[in-house]
């Protein structure tokens, strides 16, 4: 595939993706996202999934159910029919079904305290999390106002010591086009405390200015501005999992906040993908809303 393309591929995508994180609470088909890029669904589709390795309706369903069970983690009165309706089913007993189906329990079993067993176990999965021991409980957030940022980017699907090989291309492209410099930014797409490791999406990105143009297989996007809990945090390898898993799992039921469908992001100060020691000094920011 030619550069170009894959650049026009890599963006009709992206616009795809953040089309659904901003309309998750209406109905979102092939057709609506095909029609945006004045493309077929079938060519529209054959794009998306060469560019996120994941079909669209699995994607569409996964972004759905995540959002579902964080609000049903934060949003403890809610009625479960509300949340599923917040979240593109229109259906109470689809959404039950579909729920049960993915995490193994009712979206009620769920909120009882289900959750915190499943995160337990998909966290367990990394031999590196489980040996951090990370007490958060002294951890506050600042709350913050972002700005829309432009960034170059490249994808990875998994979340694990193997992003270290995505990292370490953008580091040679950054050093190549002069941007060393550049705020480092990991976007979580896939909440790693709820979703099997292996299927986590993954970017790393470089703040890149508006005018940048990509080059090779990078290419760029536009991080939304967002009302941010911001926490900062340093440690080592593994330790990341964890603070993920408290800062949805602990913080925010009781922040009197809840999370958006914006996918929350590291900036790294020290990105421990990039260095000998495992070592990070990061940011991390989880785009929220009152409640």
Known sequence: MKT??????????????????AHL??????????????????????????????????????????????????????????????????????FIRAFSQRYGV?????RSGYYEEFSRRNIEVSQYAKRTCSDFSSLEPRIEKTRTATLAYLRHRGYGRSIRHVWQRLYAYALEHDLDKARMIGIHHDNPAITPLHDCAYVAALEVPASFRAENSV?????PPSLCAVFHMHGVYGEVLNLIRYVYHEWLPSSGFEAKTLPPYAVYRKNHFLNAEGTFDLDFYLPVSII
């Open 219 to 223: 290419s760029t996007f536009a991080l």
């Open 25 to 94: 609470d209406t109905p979102i088909t092939l057709e609506t996202l095909a029609k945006r890029h004045t493309m077929s669904i079938y060519h529209f589709h054959r794009v998306f999934k060469e560019q996120t390795q994941r079909n669209f309706y699995d994607t569409l369903q996964s972004i759905r159910l995540q959002k579902a069970a964080n609000l049903l983690i934060v949003n403890r009165g809610v009625p479960i029919s509300h949340i599923a309706s917040a979240c593109g089913y229109g259906s109470h007993s689809a």
């Open 4 to 21: 170009e393309t894959s650049r026009i591929h890599a963006r009709i995508a992206n616009d795809a993706l953040y089309y659904i994180y």
């Open 106 to 110: 009712t979206p009620t079993q769920w």
